[in-house]
């Protein structure tokens, strides 16, 4: 686990290197070239940083160990922290959609045609960055991650949609000079839209949505491997930042005394934790299998 907690760690640190460089090129970029949806990118990217900090502060909160207060760990500080990106996501969403009808309503400069160059750069390394910190989320099992993740898509789409923008300027000419404008206002509406897909999966852990599917139907194919197990026959699972919890009911025979039973069930706590590294505790009940009754 101390390997994965490391990833993670320098996963999201490199998402706020890579936001503050972006950061600063946009803005320079956007004021030189009078591009507005390029300012507005610029304005994202500065809420991006402060919620990059966020992910990487809420793995290194997640990732303490149990204590008496906390006796299943602090991992449900994970979904917390993904909650602030959404804020700010929406946050930048309404500055730029302010900002773009704002602008609407006065004479626009042509953008420079530089700016085209540096929407390309900036859609390019946001999507790599994007495959990478997803992979990174996958591999560790972070729901912050997945959701700084969709975070660098939503800002390549949104660099996407203001390259179209600036692109238009040039290509139809006089009379569309706040395509530039309309691009940045489209994109605002995109990122509320990413806001609420990356809400939605953090919503459903802090709520503990039985939607773990995949793991109970490995737990059960595993759990018979182990002498003594007759079946299992309930089994839910919870997540905890980057771990799991799991609940289950085992059936054995009924004819077996208690410790032999007790001496079952913890064989199969420890088969079923070396499998599954990143299940942290089993909490077994034992049931007499109805078929040996």
């Not at 949609?161 to 691009?183: P, Q, V």
């Not at 069930?265 to 909490?283: E, G, I, Q, R």
């Amino acid at each position: 686990m101390k390997s994965i907690l490391k990833q993670a760690q320098r996963t999201a640190l490199l998402s706020v290197l890579t936001n503050t460089i972006l950061a600063i090129s946009k803005g320079f970029a956007g004021i030189v070239g009078h591009s507005d949806a390029l300012i507005a990118d610029a304005i994202e990217s500065c809420a991006d940083i402060f919620s990059s900090f966020l992910v990487l502060i809420g793995i290194r909160y997640a990732s303490k160990p149990a204590d008496e207060d906390h006796p299943y760990g602090h991992g449900k500080a994970e979904p917390l922290v993904t909650f602030a990106v959404v804020g700010f996501l929406l946050i930048s969403a309404t500055i730029i959609a302010v900002e773009s009808i704002r602008h609407l309503s006065e004479e626009q400069e042509q953008p420079a045609f530089f700016t085209l160059y540096v929407l390309a750069a900036i859609i390019l390394i946001k999507e790599l960055s994007f495959q990478y910190v997803h992979r990174k989320g996958e591999q560790t099992n972070s729901s912050s991650l997945k959701a700084e993740a969709w975070h660098h898509r939503a800002d390549a789409i949104s660099s996407f949609i203001a390259f179209l923008g600036i692109s238009a300027t040039f290509l139809f000419g006089k009379g569309f000079e706040k395509a530039d404008d309309w691009a940045a206002l489209i994109g605002s509406f995109f990122i509320v839209y990413n806001a609420y897909k990356i809400f939605r999966p953090a919503l459903g852990e802090i709520m503990d949505e039985h939607n773990h599917h995949s793991l109970i139907e490995l737990i059960r194919k595993e759990a018979v491997q182990v002498a003594g197990v007759v079946a299992i026959e309930k089994c839910w699972a919870r997540k905890h930042g980057m771990t799991y919890v799991v609940d289950l009911h085992l059936e054995i025979d009924g004819k077996l005394t208690v410790y032999e039973g007790h001496a079952i069930s913890h064989a199969l706590k420890d088969h079923l934790m070396v499998m599954f590294p990143y299940v942290t505790d089993v909490l077994i009940h034992i049931e007499p299998a109805p078929n040996l009754i």
